[in-house]
Nanobody, 121 residues
Framework: QVQLVESGGGLVQAGGSLRLSCAAS????????MGWFRQAPGKEREFVAAISWSGGSTYYADSVKGRFTISRDNAKNTVYLQMNSLKPEDTAVYYC??????????????WGQGTQVTVSS
C-alpha cells in the first residue's frame, strides 16, 4: 500500500516561512510526479505544487507562485515544499500525493493525515 507521511507544519506569523516534508514509500515515490495539495476548513482540497519525477519541471498554483518552492530528493524518497512569505490564506492541512500532470490532481486514492499549517496575522 501507499505510504505518505507529511511533516513540518506548524504555527507561524504572516510573512514567515516553513518547510514541509513528505516521506514516501518506494512504490509511491519512484517514477511518479509528486506534489502538494491543501484543504482549508469548509473547502475542497486544491492543488498547490507539483514536480516531475526527475525534478526537471515544476508547477505551481497561481496563488503560491513566487512564494513556494517544491523540490525532491529521490535518494531519500522525500519531496519538500519550501513556503515563504506565508499569508493567513495559506492556512490549511497540507497533503502530498503522486500527481496526474494532465489535470494536476492526486493520483493515489489514499491520502495521508497531512500536516497542519496555520498562519496568523
Amino acid at each position: 500500500q501507499v505510504q505518505l507521511v507529511e511533516s513540518g507544519g506548524g504555527l507561524v506569523q504572516a510573512g514567515g516561512s516553513l518547510r514541509l516534508s513528505c516521506a514516501a514509500s518506494v512504490r509511491a515515490f519512484t517514477r511518479y510526479a509528486m506534489g502538494w495539495f491543501r484543504q482549508a476548513p469548509g473547502k475542497e482540497r486544491e492543488f498547490v505544487a507539483a514536480i516531475s519525477w526527475s525534478g526537471g519541471s515544476t508547477y505551481y498554483a497561481d496563488s503560491v507562485k513566487g512564494r513556494f518552492t517544491i523540490s525532491r530528493d529521490n535518494a531519500k524518497n522525500t519531496v519538500y515544499l519550501q513556503m515563504n512569505s506565508l499569508k493567513p490564506e495559506d492556512t490549511a492541512v497540507y497533503y502530498c500525493n503522486a500527481v496526474v500532470l494532465a489535470t494536476m490532481s492526486g493520483f493515489f486514492g489514499s491520502w495521508g493525515q497531512g500536516t497542519q499549517v496555520t498562519v496568523s496575522s
